[in-house]
């Protein structure tokens, strides 16, 4: 029981059962050498983003799991990702809207399809908290349709209803799930078995003989269905006071804390199991790895700070790389999908890799560039993921006007974008690029605005006279060098996709006249007879849905 020196000092919310929860671990409070940080220091920070600020000492700053500071904490750093400015009682609106009224409802709550009914954890919430979250992800259910597997956000409700109100929890999460910077958590099922896939590439390089340990358990074909258990070994197998530590973190950084965190379970793992009569190796040979290993975590050996420790210290795991394996994963599993015909990655909207037929119609309606058969070509190229949404037409030089001025205003909020091309020769090519174009003028550290920017998602593709995709070079080669990532730049003057050793797509500020060559960032030819072009036609869609 966590003892409570001061009446008025309430850490946790009514909903939950605080008798449960278990003593504080003394190895989570502050040193002295660590002075306590309060919420406005770190929400100074945020309001000035301190991205790299913020991280630090949220990685290093273990605050006891009663610590008031996570009431406003938690909701800070998820709204930092994207705020949705909801107006005040939107959230109970919602709630009338499905459910007809404020009250609890009498009976069970039918949850949506993206929860995972074999893993619903509540952590320490009472029977009321435990309706509570089943209402808060029956209304992300109902706002978010196109939600259809996203196991995490039961176990994130539960835990934010720990810290925070209800409508709080609601708004903190809708700011995760809509987030475009960061990845929070996947939505589809096919995203799901590309994160797991994406732990297990990452812990082969980069915790390779804790990799090479777990093939003593099982065979080769079965660690497969081991690491599709990676996120229960956080959410549902980690004591209490481990995942709220692991959240802190979380909340700020994204889906790649969570990949440290299973791979540093998996070293730990190692460690406690390598001596061949071990009483983890026996666990393991005796009741099977799968449930080995979650006992292992519900009885995890290091506390929270060293467990952090452990994750945050796998050298040269970045980011870059681990949404470079996310990616390549994707479009693997993509690329099996279509030659397989298989039916287990279908998507809620499209089949079979195409277009649906409002899909269809609305690129048919608008476009002056594409046949069907372009169309079709194009939608099996795109991300799974963006497939599922609407497609827009943001700009279109045939109603628009010629003026970079013009294409920024109506382009320059949306994420992912569609460039389309053609020229006044009836080439026809393009690129799909992976971030807003908003972000030519952000800025580095010192002030300095910033080149290029950009994805490992971005790539380029010819329509007319062949059909070829020219995908990011990283894609099949880990190694590569600044000249290689390249992806987008812009101003007031000028469009630039690729670059390196040439400029895949150059345009000039009238969209007028532009060249193509080959550059190093996506290893193609020039996309055009001649390299230089005339524009005829430049249209640029958007995804209804996947905007910001």
Partial sequence: MVIVNDLDYQ??????????IPLIIPECTITKKQPTKTFSEIQHLITHNRYKDV?????CHHWPTDNMIRSQLWSALSKQHNNNNMT???????????????DLPDKTSILPPFVDSKHRHIYHLNAVGKEVADRVVCVLGFACPDITYSPAIYSLVSLFLHFMPEEECYNSLTSLVSSKRLVFMTQTKSLYEVTWRTVMRATKKYASSASVHLTKFCSVTKIEHVYTDWIWWIFQGLPFHHVVRVMDCYL????????????????LFYKHSSKRNSFWALEAYNNGLEATLMKFCRQMPASPNKLLKKAFGIRALSAAYLHRVFVKTEMSLKSKAVLSNSHQLIRSRS??????SQSQVNIQLMSHTLSTRELFTLWSWLPMRITMYQPILLYTTEEHGCSLTTFYFRVEQHEPTLLIIKTCSDDVFGAYCSTKWLERNRKDERGNRTAYFGTGETFLFSLFPERSKYPWVGMENDNVCHSNELFMA??????????GDGQAIWMDENIRF???????????????????FEIKVLEVYGFGGAML
């Fill in 11 to 20: 850490p946790f919310q009514s909903l939950v059962n605080v008798d449960s």
């Fill in 55 to 59: 991280k630090k000492l949220l990685r």
């Fill in 88 to 102: 005040e009682g939107f959230y109970w609106d919602l709630v009338v809207q499905l459910f007809g009224t404020k």
């Fill in 252 to 267: 700020h950084e994204g889906i790649k804390v969570l990949y440290r965190i299973a791979m540093a379970i998996l070293k």
């Fill in 351 to 356: 089949s079979e890799n195409l277009p649906t």
């Fill in 490 to 499: 812009a101003d007031s003057k000028m469009i630039t996709i690729g670059g």
């Fill in 514 to 532: 532009g060249k193509s060559d080959s550059c190093s960032t996506f290893n193609n030819p020039p996309l055009c007879p001649g390299k230089d």
